[in-house]
């Protein structure tokens, strides 16, 4: 049984992780924007112009 528990266990945590990962992408791409949006340096490409923007919400 304490075998299967773990096998479990460890299933959760990579779940867990990937789900923090894509929060954690989330919340740089919006950093990254912002920053790009208040920088100083004239005119700036926009990375995600003609991407679908549904992949970065």
Do not use: C, W, Y
Request: no cysteine; net charge positive; hydrophobic share 40%.
């Amino acid at each position: 049984t304490s075998e299967m528990e773990s096998i479990l266990q460890h299933k959760t945590n990579i779940i867990i992780t990937r789900q923090l990962q894509s929060v954690i992408v989330r919340f740089f791409l919006a950093e990254f924007k912002s920053r790009i949006a208040r920088s100083d340096f004239g005119p700036v490409i926009d990375p995600t112009e003609g991407l679908e923007k549904k992949s970065f919400l």
